[in-house]
């Protein structure tokens, strides 16, 4: 008989600049909703979500900021042990996209993870819904840095749920390999 497979838990913190849609995503990803209100916090430090890949159950465990992130001044507990982060700029604002880079070294410095040159990071360009044709962050400017860094990429929308389950399913994925 087979033995069973471990349960795991994966830690997965979100991290960009206010605004760009990191609860909506998660929330969305979570429970299927999206709220066009904007709601600073939801009250929680994560959300938890169950899913199988690869056969494998996996306890998604969402971090999400309450609006901290804009003094950047987001505690340790917030960073601790984290399996895996989930980089989010709005790919119509630039300054968003500018920023990923200090968010992901924050990350570094402050979960301070065994191999910083593997951490599984995904960068989600989201608000695809809203953007143009000549949308202010092209999307081979955004795979050009992501694929400089390994860095899985995906554009997606809180709002219609585009890329969400595939883009967090990526995340568990590569968050795994790490184990
Ligand atoms: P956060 O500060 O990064 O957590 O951003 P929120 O999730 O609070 O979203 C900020 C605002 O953008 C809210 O008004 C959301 O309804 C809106 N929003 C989030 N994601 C999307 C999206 O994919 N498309 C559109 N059109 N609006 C979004
Ligand atoms: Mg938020």
């Known amino acids: 008989m087979q033995a069973p497979k ?20 998660m929330n ?16 929680a430090d994560f959300l938890t979500k169950e ?17 901290q992130e804009r003094f950047q001044s987001l505690g340790v507990a917030f960073y601790r042990g984290a399996d895996a982060c989930v980089l989010v700029y709005d790919v119509n604002q630039p300054k968003s996209f500018d920023d990923l880079e200090s968010w992901s070294q924050e990350l570094i410095v402050q979960a301070c993870p065994q191999s910083h040159e593997t951490f599984p990071f ?14 202010a962050v092209p999307k081979k400017k955004a795979k050009t840095w992501c694929d ?20 967090f399913r990526k995340v568990a994925e590569i968050a795994l390999l790490q184990e």
């Not at 471990?6 to 995503?25: A, C, E, H, P, R």
């Not at 899913?51 to 609006?67: E, H, Y």
Request: hydrophobic share 35%; net charge positive.
């Open 122 to 135: 995904v960068c989600l360009g989201n608000k695809v819904d809203k953007a143009g044709p000549n949308r």
């Open 28 to 43: 969305r990803f979570v429970n299927q909703k999206f709220t066009a209100t904007y709601k600073a916090t939801i009250g």
């Open 148 to 167: 400089s860094k390994s860095m899985p990429h995906f554009e997606t929308s809180a709002k219609e749920a585009t890329n969400v389950d595939e883009a």
């Open 6 to 25: 471990k349960k795991v838990l994966l830690k997965i913190i979100i991290l960009g600049d206010t605004g760009v849609g990191k609860t909506s995503l």
């Open 51 to 67: 899913v199988t890949v690869n056969g494998q159950r996996v306890t998604m465990q969402i971090w999400d900021t309450a609006g």
